[in-house]
């Protein structure tokens, strides 16, 4: 059995894995969960396999959080195909390309991962609330796996700046959901004083057992490979707990020798949002919080709670931080869905950044990629309507609905158009 513990990321101060803190007791420093499995290498690999789970997290569940038991929450959730389609990758100039849908969810996005085992904690340390701010996939999620727990959710999210299918998800799924007139930052900020004075969980990506799920789709993207490291697994970095959480996956699947070549990290932000690629440029010096805008809402974010975290993964695996403008994140999403893939706003800056590594050459055509595609096309409705409809922002792309007379002549002349 595994021995499993929480440890402070500043002061090493040790929790029992029950402990119901999401911050040190002592310095308020981030947590993480230490695992020291008995087994590893092709042992663990096994183990992994053989599983009975149903799940794509629990399957891991031995490096996740051995002693869930009863209290387990799982919708299931994971098992995310890896797809591949050339004509996308002939987009981006490359001849090896993967992506992983995280949209395939049951909520549609990465976020059920972690939910399923941070609400999981939530049953294990008593909780009797639980809480996040989001842009709008973690409130989903956390709404949906509430639902499940029986626990009362509440989600903080800036007003008018969430998708709406988050929004419609997070209402359905019955989170007690509040608009505040500021932005995620500002959220996240109401949140945590929630959390430390009014008593609710907290299961935002500081949560150490967000973490641990969702580094699972390091995880389970490395499993479909037969264990075999892609050169690069590029993804959207928004709060940066899922740049932290695959940067977690890569140094532990070395450390108990499941894979034995560190895939190198791309974290992708929006120009407008981009203070971690900023911050990269400068050789990490700091992070310079900034006013975010993007038309991606999901990373639109000027205060990474993740940042360290973030740091440490991306120096761990010889990464890069890089940043794509929201006309590049829309000329990569409108042939990802025409692809029949399909993906949110935030999930196309993958694709538009390898396609931008590949022109300045960082990126060769031959190289080995994996992108994260973190949440489903139906997300944002709104931004489709406006890609395809009549005032498109990407007109020579757009694919306009036609108004036509109820006749079977009018739909042929549109099938069949006069030469
Ligand atoms: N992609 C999607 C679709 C997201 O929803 C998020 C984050 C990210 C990427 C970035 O991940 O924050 O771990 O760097 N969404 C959060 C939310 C902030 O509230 O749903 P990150």
């Known amino acids: 059995m595994t021995t499993t513990w929480q440890e402070c990321d500043d002061c ?6 029950r402990d119901a803190a999401v911050r040190c007791p002592h310095c308020a420093g981030l947590l993480s969960v230490h695992h020291a499995p008995v087994l590893t290498g092709n042992a663990l690999r ?9 799940s794509g997290v629990w399957r891991f569940g031995a490096v996740v959080m051995p002693d869930a038991g009863a209290d387990m929450v799982s919708h299931p959730e994971g098992n995310t195909p890896l797809i591949e389609r050339q004509q996308l990758a002939r987009w981006a100039d490359v001849t090896r390309l993967q ?9 549609g996005s990465f976020k059920d991962r972690g939910m399923t085992v941070a609400m999981t904690q939530a049953r294990r340390v008593g909780a009797s609330a639980v ?10 999620s956390l709404a949906a796996y509430a639902a499940q727990a029986g626990l009362p959710a509440l989600a903080i999210i800036p007003e008018g700046q969430i998708a709406l299918g988050k929004l419609a998800q997070t209402l359905a799924y019955g989170a007690r959901t509040v608009m505040i ?13 929630v959390s430390a004075e009014l008593g609710v969980y907290l299961v935002n990506s ?6 641990e799920g969702q580094k699972t789709i390091g995880l389970d993207l490395l499993r479909q490979r037969q264990w075999q490291s892609p050169d690069w697994i590029v993804l959207p970095a928004g709060n940066l707990g899922n740049t932290a959480a695959l940067g977690k996956a890569i140094d532990e699947a070395m450390t108990w020798g499941l894979i034995t070549r560190r895939p190198r990290i791309v974290a992708v932000q929006a120009e407008g949002a981009a203070p971690f690629a900023d911050a990269f440029a400068r050789g990490f010096d700091r992070l310079v919080p900034a006013e975010a805008h993007t038309i991606a809402t999901a990373i639109k974010i000027g205060a990474p709670a993740s940042y360290a ?4 993964a991306i120096r761990s695996t010889d990464g890069l931080v890089v ?4 006309r590049e994140i829309l000329e990569a999403k409108v042939a990802i869905d025409a692809a029949g893939v399909g993906c949110e706003p935030a999930s196309a800056a993958t694709l538009a950044a390898i396609r931008k590594l590949r022109r300045a050459g960082t990126i060769a055509e031959d190289d080995d990629i994996v992108a994260i595609l973190t949440g489903h096309l139906l997300k944002d409705p709104t931004i489709v309507t406006e890609l395809h409809g009549s005032d498109s922002t990407v007109p020579g792309l757009a694919n306009r609905p036609v108004r036509i007379a109820n006749t079977l002549d009018a739909v042929a002349a549109v099938l069949f158009p006069a030469q």
């Open 12 to 17: 090493a101060h040790r929790l029992d894995e």
């Open 309 to 312: 975290r973030g740091v440490r």
């Open 99 to 107: 992506f992983k849908h995280e949209g395939h969810n049951p909520t």
């Open 46 to 54: 096994e183990h992994f396999a053989t599983s009975p789970s149903p």
């Open 206 to 211: 500081v949560n150490p057992w967000r973490i």
């Open 131 to 140: 809480a996040c701010a989001s842009t709008g996939n973690t409130s989903a």
């Open 323 to 326: 940043s794509v403008s929201d």
């Open 181 to 193: 007139d500021g932005d995620f930052d500002d959220c996240l900020r109401l949140m945590d004083a």
